[in-house]
T-cell receptor
């Protein structure tokens, strides 16, 4: 039962263009969402997060959008750079008091120079 | 430097031979967790710990044990490893549940 889904296993984007990574969830109790980035041979590193009380959070080139009614979130990277090539995981939590962080299956982003 | 360390980074073993993967963090985090990453399945939680002597099962705890005798250490124990435990394992820690977790570099385990 995959509660957090990333339906695109891979995505290729031209350098300088916008990358959009998508994530869907099924559990309406989730109220905090995170994106992690993973390079080969390294552990995932935190990228950006959003609380369910917001619909957008921005940090430099990275913006996360949350559509609660559709149970959908997306990560926008603009402009995309070669160093953004990595696997991106979205994750969801029920918030403080809920010990579990549920991850999606990941999307491999490749930025084409 | 704030970090989560895991040892060993790579391990090849045989079915049934007990092994321990160590995890240590230097950030005084209360929460620690173990995940396994498998192709097409993402990161799945094995066990987690809210604090010293407090541990609980995640999604895939079968075949694993953990202990939390000290705040900084959270070892993962495979008492009788089997080939289906061949995977990439990550330890993580954080101060607040559900918020930013810091991950170790991973341990690639192969059980033959």
């Amino acid at each position: 039962d995959q509660q957090v889904k990333q339906n695109s296993p891979s995505l290729s984007v031209q350098e300088g263009r916008i990358s959009i990574l998508n994530c869907d969830y099924t559990n309406s109790m989730f109220d905090y969402f995170l994106w992690y980035k993973k390079y080969p041979a390294e552990g995932p590193t935190f990228l950006i997060s959003i609380s369910s009380i917001k619909d957008k959070n921005e940090d430099g080139r990275f913006t996360v959008f949350l559509n609660k009614s559709a149970k959908h979130l997306s990560l926008h990277i603009v402009p995309s750079q070669p160093g953004d090539s990595a696997v991106y995981f979205c994750a969801a939590s029920g918030g403080f008091g809920n010990e579990k962080l549920t991850f999606g299956t990941g999307t491999r982003l490749t930025i084409i120079p | 430097e704030a970090q989560v360390t895991q040892n060993p980074r790579y391990l090849i073993t045989v079915t049934g031979k007990k092994l321990t993967v160590t995890c240590s963090q230097n950030m005084n985090h209360e929460y620690m967790s173990w995940y396994r990453q498998d192709p097409g399945l993402g990161l799945r939680q094995i066990y987690y710990s809210m604090n010293v002597e407090v541990t609980d099962k995640g999604d895939v705890p079968e075949g694993y044990k953990v202990s939390r005798k000290e705040k900084r250490n959270f070892p993962l124990i495979l008492e009788s490893p089997s080939p289906n435990q061949t995977s990439l394992y990550f330890c993580a820690s954080s101060t607040l549940i559900g918020y930013e977790q810091y991950f170790g570099p991973g341990t690639r385990l192969t059980v033959t």
